[in-house]
């Protein structure tokens, strides 16, 4: 059947086919390493990505003309056609939507105690230095005043990272321990950071800390987290290493890692 469909039908399907193609080479060459996240995240899924749902938007525009005007009409012809303009409308309109998600959550760096959040380990601190990551950011100073920050909107600019978690992330909050001891929350922890899959996760019970990396599937984004174990509490830090927003990641693992060690420790 294929050998038997137009040539403009035969070029939309082709397109379609490089399509998903070209958006995983994008992603799985940064992360494997052979380009950096700006130019796989940046260049490629989103401006190249654009340009190449343009292409198979204009296509399949000529495909479906082509296909109207033909006679007779061929019911494949035009399916194909009208596949090939709903696929690029579907991935603008998630597009769009992620700059949305990125509007809303401005910043890469959440903790549940804004006022001291958890510190990293030297150990960590060294591993961020030598990925080049973003610096820690002073959660009391206006976000305006800081480097990566320095091109956002008035508004927000004069917000700094306790009020934007307070004011976005208003759900997020220590875990009480109640009656579990250090070293079950020290445990807990561990193994809710092993369930979600961290890796180089680390314990210090002399502490309470616990520390692990969390990597993206898609691009192989790495985030660090830390957990705190006070008198009375556990509080969660989760920062990414490159990058401004987070879309929302480091909010939702935190919740994600409270829940399964409130699970674990019999709190909530």
Partial sequence: MF???PWHTKIVLALLAILPLYFLIAAFGTKIGIWGWEFGLLV????????????VAVAAVISLIMGLIAKPRRNAVLATAIIGLLIPGAVFIMFTATRGTAAD???HDVATNTANPPAFSAETMTARAEADANPL?????????LELYQDVAPELAIKSHAQIIT????TLRPLPLAGASREDAVAAVAAGMGN????NIRTDAATGTVEGVATSFWFGFEDDVVAVIGENEINFRSVSRVGRSDLGANAARIAELRDLVASQIGQR
């Fill in 105 to 107: 959550n401005p910043i």
């Fill in 196 to 199: 979600m899959g961290f890796k």
């Fill in 3 to 5: 050998k038997t469909l």
């Fill in 137 to 145: 950011s002073d959660y009391q100073v206006p976000i305006g005043q």
């Fill in 167 to 170: 004011d976005r992330y208003a």
């Fill in 44 to 55: 490629m899924t989103f401006a190249g990505g654009v340009i190449l749902l343009g292409i």
